[in-house]
């Protein structure tokens, strides 16, 4: 068995002088990061003026002045395409039809039989 008389604690464990010089370190790169900025960039710290104007200010949001009669007109507008007839693409022959003639020819001929997996 060793002798430790005259130690009441291990000795060991940790390496303060080691902390210490990381604790310098860390304190030094902190402090002359931002003061060794204006030499790393020296065009942005002389730029003052920017070149492109100031972005809109997040205080007043630019909204609808009449909403609902915005909504009302898209709306009406959405309706008259669901109800009229209409090439979608003249080119290819795809035609727009009204949503109740629609139904109407799925009601007679129904759905096309679907591919089996």
């Not at 205080?59 to 002045?65: F, K, T, Y």
């Not at 609902?68 to 395409?81: A, K």
Request: aromatic share 6%; hydrophobic share 40%.
């Amino acid at each position: 068995m060793k002798d430790t008389a005259g130690f009441d604690y291990e000795r060991t464990d940790i390496n303060t002088t080691g902390i210490g010089w990381i604790a310098l370190g860390l304190g030094l790169f902190v402090i002359a990061t931002p003061l060794s900025m204006p030499l790393v960039f020296p065009q942005t710290m002389a730029h003052r003026t920017p070149s492109a104007p100031p972005a809109l200010s997040a205080d007043a949001p630019q909204l609808e002045i009449t909403p609902q009669r915005d909504l009302q007109h898209l709306r009406r507008g959405d309706d008259e395409l669901a109800q009229s007839y209409g090439w979608t693409d003249r080119g290819r022959g795809v035609v727009r039809i009204p949503i109740a003639r629609a139904m109407e020819l799925l009601a007679q001929k129904g759905l096309p039989a679907w591919p089996s997996p």
